[in-house]
């Protein structure tokens, strides 16, 4: 059997133009931030691997559509997020349509527990789901509430796996955790976004396939070292995108972004990250 990566659009979000790319004043300036983005793709990918059907990130469900899915009190949800997701457009159909029995899929593995990367986790109860330990705690109670996790619409019976960071480094990552026997899809800390965010590597080919859920939301800002307007730990964030970087100037990559308008296209263009003309 072939690996294979499909891009699968769960739907379509708008923010902020001050969350994709940080100005002064970060979370708070984009609450008050008037400029919208255009809609943007919510990326989920599905690998077709020979040890089994990966899926990374869930997306969203049309349920973000409707007044009182998120917590009515959170400003984020009410000035600063509009979601566009059909029905048909959930994990669940999504997968159908590429002939795959959402039962079927072995292992989720989630890069951040944010809703329109996890919010599709009903669709897929059988799954064996990973998540980064620090992610878990950070989502948990109150505290992940105002953080903006949307707990209350997560599986009642949600009991994931953790990701052990304890395999070799991997270039200018120090620790990978290795998803499959061959070691051809690894994850790796990208801490930023979230602390306990993480990114997919599939190595394919020669080249790695980096699905980097929201380490940055272009390839733009990667190359500009800009963190995103909604992390509390930008110098965290800067430092990710260094390693990215590093990464990406000593293996051939394709960067994947999940809300990156050119990223399906990049992936079927086989367009390789050219990271000469990063910012110093």
């Known amino acids: 059997m072939v690996i294979r990566i499909h891009p699968i659009s769960t739907g379509r979000v708008r923010i902020k133009k001050a969350q994709i790319t940080r100005k002064p004043g970060g979370p708070l300036r984009v609450m008050g931030d008037r400029d919208w983005s255009d809609w943007l793709p919510i990326y989920a990918w599905l690998i077709e691997h020979p040890e089994g059907l990966i899926l990374v990130d869930t997306g969203e469900t049309c349920g973000a559509n409707v007044a009182g899915h998120f917590l009515r009190w959170h400003p984020y949800y009410r000035h600063s997020a509009a979601f566009a997701i059909r029905e048909d457009e959930e994990i669940g159909p999504a997968l159908a349509r590429l002939g795959v029995r959402a039962q079927d899929v072995r292992t989720v593995l989630l890069t951040h527990l944010h809703t329109d990367h996890a919010g599709g986790l009903c669709h897929l109860p059988n799954s064996t789901v990973w998540v980064s330990g620090p992610e878990w705690r950070l989502a948990r109670g109150w505290g992940g509430a105002l953080r903006g996790y949307v707990t209350h619409r997560w599986p009642k019976d949600l009991a994931p796996r953790f990701y052990d960071f304890s395999g070799p480094p991997l270039g200018p990552f120090t620790h990978t955790f290795a998803v499959t026997k061959a070691r051809d899809v690894l994850v790796v800390p990208t801490p930023g976004h979230t602390p306990g965010h993480v990114a997919v590597i599939v190595r394919l080919n020669d080249i790695s396939y980096f699905l980097a859920g929201d380490a940055s939301y272009t390839d733009g800002a990667l190359r500009a070292r800009a963190p995103d307007g909604v992390t509390f730990f930008p110098r965290m964030a800067v430092r990710t995108l260094d390693r990215i970087a590093a990464y ?33």
Do not use: G, K, N
């Open 248 to 280: 990406a100037r000593t293996e051939p990559t394709i960067y994947l972004p999940t809300h990156d308008l050119r990223s399906a296209a990049r992936l079927r263009e086989t367009e390789i990250l050219a990271m000469d003309v990063v910012a110093p």
